[in-house]
């Protein structure tokens, strides 16, 4: 930011960085074009930004972002009650939620395991999981993990945890291999080999 520029428009730009995917010039541009709003719509922006940690907590059932406790996922009877799928963060199961197929319940794991980053079981919901299967309720575990080296290292984990504790819950985890519309030639030998060994009977 050159040095002549407003103290206030410094601290905003420097704020705006620091969220996910802005870098100083992007930052910059949100600013300006943030300066270009009606007064009572920055002021109200501004307002949600304030009330927002005091009008979000965590849904006590799956740990998800909510106005209400438990979530609506959670509060939603019709839902299909002995099936969880457990997923690493909040935003895949809005993603898994908005495609309408999925019916059962959800948690957050709140990341994966990362041992180069020091991120132990200690710094995830292994607790709420344990507690969450400990009820009796789910029937089956689905692993919606991705297919990094961390999300692999993590159902490798779980796998044995929930086997050793809970052995009459099924554990399962997402189909992995070739995407619709590929062509086996333009594969990664990475996929290819998970093809192979998770491939489906016909």
Known sequence: MHKRAPEPLKVLVEQLARLPGLGPKSALRAAMALLKWPESETQRFGLSIHNLRDNLHL????????????????ADAVRVRDILCLVAEWDSMLTLDEGGFYRGQYMILGGLLEPLEHRGSEHLEIDRLVRRLAEGEVAELVLALGATLEAENTVSFLRRLIGGRFPHVRVSRLAQGIPLGAEVKYMDRETLRQSLQYRQEL
């Open 59 to 74: 849904c006590s059932r799956c740990g998800g972002l909510c106005s209400v406790d438990p979530c609506v996922i959670c």
